[in-house]
């Protein structure tokens, strides 16, 4: 790949940026975790819990530093960098715990640093910083754009929102581009309009529940202090992948915006963050993607295989060898696993092990150790068997927050229902192929099935003594054990 001008300044900040990280890192062991998701996926959840428990003293059996009592203790302490907010931990906690509420949706990036001191397993006391990093998946999906000029990504939008079932949603926006020639002269008022019916499209596949998730740009839905600048002032139109624009052109004024967003979204979020991360959770909101049927999973399947292009792009855009990004781990989790019966939860993660392995043999290699775990970082939900006719049936109790509804039946937030999860099939295949495969939960009592989407309340704590009471979870140690147990060693 041939490196312009812009290309090479950007690469010698990077350099300087790793030389200042490494010295540090030599003398003050840091891991920095990225945690990303798409919106709703549960990354506020995960970290909050995950905080708590390490400083509150969790149940943690499976992360073994934890476990064998080699962790003295862990505490936050200021974060390193000075423009990125702090991730608003205390209040999340309160809201979880007191309130008994899910925190508020976040939209930023936020970071927070936890400093562990640990006996190493030869008996000498160390300390491992850990930065955590929570920031919108929507943002990392906008990686591949860096290597992708305005046409091919024009060519490619277009041919995406052609196909069923996006094509319903893009009517309007295609009606309108339909009006438009891309070689006449540029015009502001067509730009705006092109872009304004673009946006909606992408607002439109995001709110049709889980399905389509793959939707750069993705600072077109949110856009922050970018709110009308030229930068988010574009549209694909219809150009041959291989031509170029016209001076003075309507598809030049496109092309313009396009490498502008490159360089004041696109750039900076890779310079600046992606590219300091050692290890990365991915979280996957993969219930509501089966409760949608097999075409939001095979949505799943692409938006995964997105993400890990995403990593290979971060191994080979701009860097020179010796300042490729460093991640050395990538774990998926499926959350939320609390609405499934224990039993299903290997089943999950046999469901996700397979999405992701084949949009690994689809991407490159992405020089990182991949794995999957289904999780709930705050288990809402307990388990018990509900008689129903002559069978007793394994169930999951919780209380449905206040104001969802299921069968016309609206919850107050105080009572706890019975509802029966269904079965995820041994064979993940069946959930590729058919439909009927997945049901989602339903009611214990009757077979009602509007349970599907279900929001359960977060669970109530017994207090003993004085200490703050440990927030029940679901493999949330397997997770710390796989993203941080080897530099605890
Ligand atoms: N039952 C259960 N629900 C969860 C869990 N984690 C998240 N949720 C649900 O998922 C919703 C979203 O979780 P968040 O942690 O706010 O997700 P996020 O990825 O930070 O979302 P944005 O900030 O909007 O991008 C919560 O409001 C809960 O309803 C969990 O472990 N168990
Ligand atoms: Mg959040």
């Known amino acids: 790949m ?34 990303t998701g798409l919106s709703r996926a549960g990354k506020t959840v995960f970290i909050t819990a995950l905080i708590h428990g390490l400083t509150r003293g969790g149940r943690f059996p499976i992360f073994e530093p934890f476990a064998t009592g080699r962790i003295a203790r862990a505490r936050l302490e200021p974060q390193p960098d000075d423009a990125v907010p702090r991730f608003d931990y205390e209040n999340h906690v309160r809201t979880l715990i007191e309130e008994r509420r899910w925190p508020n949706s976040t939209v930023d990036i936020s970071e927070l640093r936890l400093v562990i001191d640990y006996q190493r397993q030869n008996g000498a ?90 939707l750069p740009p993705g600072r077109f839905l949110m ?163 509900v008689q129903r006719g002559r069978d007793k049936l394994p169930s999951i109790l919780g209380t449905p927050a206040p104001g969802e509804t299921a069968n016309g039946e609206a919850f107050d937030g105080k009572t706890e229902v019975a509802t029966f999860p269904g079965d995820l099939p041994a064979d993940p295949e069946e959930l590729f192929k058919g439909d009927g495969a997945f049901r989602g939960l339903s009611s214990a009592t009757t077979d009602k099935t509007d349970f599907r989407f279900l929001r359960f309340r977060p669970p109530q704590l017994e207090r003993e003594g004085a200490d703050e009471p440990a927030l029940p979870h679901i493999r949330l140690d397997r997770a710390l054990q796989f993203l941080i147990g080897d530099r605890l060693q």
């Not at 705006?192 to 793959?214: G, I, K, V």
């Not at 290979?312 to 460093?326: A, D, E, K, V, Y």
């Open 2 to 35: 041939a490196l312009s001008f812009s290309d090479i300044v950007e690469e010698a900040r990077l350099s300087a940026r790793a030389l200042l990280d490494y010295g540090d890192h030599f003398f003050n062991p840091t891991i920095r975790l990225g945690v």
């Open 125 to 214: 006391d160390r300390t491992l910083t850990l930065d955590i990093v929570d920031y919108p998946g929507e943002w990392l999906l906008d990686l591949p754009l860096l290597n992708k000029s305005y046409e091919q990504w024009a060519h490619e939008g277009l041919a995406l929102s052609r196909e069923r079932p996006r094509a319903r949603l893009a009517a309007h926006w295609h009606e309108h581009l339909a009006t438009l020639n891309a070689e006449s002269r540029e015009d502001e008022q067509a730009a705006l309009a092109a872009a304004r019916l673009f946006t909606d499209y992408l607002r439109a596949c995001r709110d049709e529940r889980f399905a389509m998730s793959l």
């Open 223 to 385: 856009p922050g202090n970018l709110a009308g600048s030229p930068a988010l002032t574009f549209a694909p139109l219809e150009v041959p992948v291989d031509g170029s624009a016209p001076d003075g052109s309507l598809w030049a004024m496109m092309v313009r915006r396009y490498e502008a967003y490159k360089d004041v979204v696109v750039r900076p979020f890779f310079r600046d963050h992606f590219s300091r991360l050692d290890r990365q959770i991915v979280l996957v909101d993969a219930l509501a993607a089966f409760n949608s049927g097999p075409e939001a999973l095979h949505d799943l399947e692409a938006a995964l295989a997105g993400i890990l292009d995403c990593f290979r792009i971060g191994r080979s855009t701009l860097l020179s060898s010796l300042f490729r990004p460093r991640i050395d781990r990538i774990l998926f989790a499926a959350t939320k696993a609390d609405h499934l019966h224990h039993s299903s939860h290997d089943r999950l993660e046999a469901v996700l092990r397979r999405t992701v392995a084949k949009a690994a043999s689809r991407a490159e290699d992405t020089g990182a150790e991949i794995d999957v775990v289904a999780l709930a970082a705050v288990r809402a939900t307990r388990e018990a068997q």
